[in-house]
């Protein structure tokens, strides 16, 4: 069956527009005035809408995101009251729920980040509450969850990761970095295949509503790898995934026969599931201070982060994963953090043959002037969240008195990147930020929030042409599916978005549409 989809403005990454598309069996046939003069079984007329291709996430966290949104909800609230009342009404609701889990609530309201866990003790005091902050480097819990953790003033901070302190060095409630959040959630309820099998439907069901077709799990945990397995064979994954298996120092080496084992579980469903990459944590963040800085931070006088894993061994993990052909992700945010990645890949290629590798940088937040030629040299993607660069809260109350004016500004070097040759692409960092890319794309062009103000550092703004490629194509590219999605040409996948008006001529714009395989999603 032919559809002909006609009157529609069709952008493709940088081409001219074009105004018809031809789709048979979820592939596109023809474009343009070819597709016109075709015959068709069936005919939907656009009515002048703009169309361009679906997105891709490079880089989320969909089934910690279908978790997170199984408790309570509450980001964006503007106050500790708000929060609290949050948590009460949903604990309220859930009577039996053994622990209260959710998120992401904005640290950046609370002076230096850290909560109290009399704070949530005042609404629920009877079971543990664990909030994650919107950074995802930082939990704040309440008293009984502290007391079920057994962390007392003689708990020591673990290797890693920080327990907030009051003057008498009694555990405040609030916790940096997963191995300090471990110490509380190696207590909770286990999550089980059929709660991730959820999670992972809820996470599909979001990224269709916002016209995104193909996306990255980009950490799986004990169970997650499962639990895609469970959801690709029952149909309940809906969007094409690739997914990255995590890499800890110390573990790396007893953990590679399992890796490869469930790897090559997924090879039936690889046209629906890439199970070949792997991801390293290099650093934390710079809102919690974790963030690895080649000059100290401007409040802690000598301390310039943590660095993850020592050189050697990264640069021996990496290249051994590269050897069994996975592709390296990297998270790596200051830039210490993105300098060793940086010689990591470096290392990496010089021992290994030569092959098409596309390693991946994630986040690339602060790059020193040094390093910024050496991405597009290395053949390094540069993958970026691009709701993030504009001077929110966050950079603006927690990073900015920690980093110092030149610094902070230097954030998100994107204009820069691109000049230097470097290929780029975005992720959302769900749930770390929202995964609707309509709301995140004239972030880096004018390089301001939704709430307006002044650009931050406008000279590293780009145009929305380029920011809707990195969004499509980019991805596409990162995930070695550039002949099959972010564009709209013969052969390419037939999935795309219907938005009421066309990007190139200014902001403001809605989804009417999402299309995956030429058939109109439900939203
Ligand atoms: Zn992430």
């Known amino acids: 069956m032919k559809t002909l989809f006609k009157n529609g403005s069709f952008w493709s990454s940088r081409s001219e527009l074009f105004t018809g598309l031809l789709v048979e069996d979820g592939r596109i046939l023809a474009t343009g005035p070819d597709a016109l003069a075709h015959s068709a079984d069936q005919i939907i007329d656009l009515a002048n809408s703009f169309v361009m291709p679906a997105f891709g996430d490079g880089h989320a966290h969909p089934i910690f995101a279908g978790r997170e949104a199984a408790g309570p909800k509450v980001n964006g609230l503007q106050s500790v009251a708000e929060i609290q009342e949050a948590v009460r009404i949903f604990a309220e609701a859930n009577p039996d729920q053994p622990w209260i889990i959710g998120g992401a609530y904005e640290a950046a309201i609370i002076e230096g980040g850290d909560f109290d866990a009399h704070w949530l003790d005042e609404v629920v005091s009877d079971r543990p509450v664990v909030l994650h902050a919107v950074d995802h480097h930082t939990i704040w819990v309440n008293s009984k969850a502290l007391e079920i953790a057994d962390i007392t003033s003689a708990t020591k901070d673990p290797a890693g990761g920080t327990i907030a302190r009051r003057e008498d060095y009694s555990p405040k409630g609030t916790l940096r970095e997963p191995e300090a959040f471990a110490l509380i959630l190696d207590h909770s309820p286990k999550n089980t295949i059929e709660s991730d099998v959820r999670a992972i439907k809820y996470a599909c069901a979001q990224y269709l509503k916002s016209g995104v077709t193909y996306a990255n799990d980009s950490w799986l945990e004990e169970g997650m790898a499962e639990a895609y397995l469970a959801a690709v064979t029952s149909g309940d994954l809906t969007i094409d995934m690739n997914i990255s298996f995590l890499a800890n120092p110390g573990e790396w080496k007893s953990a590679l026969t399992k890796i490869e084992k469930l790897s090559a579980q997924f090879e039936p469903y690889k046209n629906q599931v890439n199970a070949k990459s792997v991801k390293f944590l290099g650093d934390g963040a710079l809102s919690s201070g ?42 790596a945010i200051g830039d210490a953090a ?93 749930p770390v930020t929202s995964e609707v890319p309509l709301e995140a794309l004239f972030v880096p062009v004018q390089r301001v929030g939704a709430s307006g103000g002044s650009p931050w550092s406008p000279e590293e703004a780009i145009t929305i042409e380029e920011s809707m490629t990195f969004y499509t194509a980019g991805v596409a590219y990162q995930n070695f599916r550039e002949d099959e999605f972010g564009k709209l040409e013969v052969g390419y996948r037939a999935d795309f978005v219907v938005l009421d008006k066309s990007p190139l001529e200014g902001s403001g714009i809605s989804i009417l549409d999402v299309y995956k395989n030429g058939i109109k999603q439900a939203r």
């Open 338 to 430: 993105i300098r060793q990645a940086l010689d990591a890949f470096e290392f990496m290629q010089h021992t290994n043959p030569a092959r098409d590798r596309r390693p991946v940088l994630v986040h690339a937040q602060l790059i020193s002037a040094e390093d910024m030629p050496r991405i597009a040299q290395l053949g390094v993607i540069a993958n970026m969240q691009p709701l993030w660069m504009y001077l929110d809260p966050m950079n603006k109350e927690l990073i900015l008195p920690r980093l110092g004016e030149a610094r902070n500004n230097r954030q998100y070097q994107l204009r820069s990147l691109i000049d230097s040759g470097a290929q780029v692409a975005f992720g959302s960092d769900w």
């Open 290 to 331: 974790t963030a690895a800085l080649l000059e100290p931070y401007l409040d802690q006088p000598g301390f310039s982060g943590l660095k993850i894993w020592k050189d050697d061994e990264l640069f021996e993990a990496v290249t051994e994963f590269d050897a069994r052909g996975y592709q390296i992700h990297i998270h």
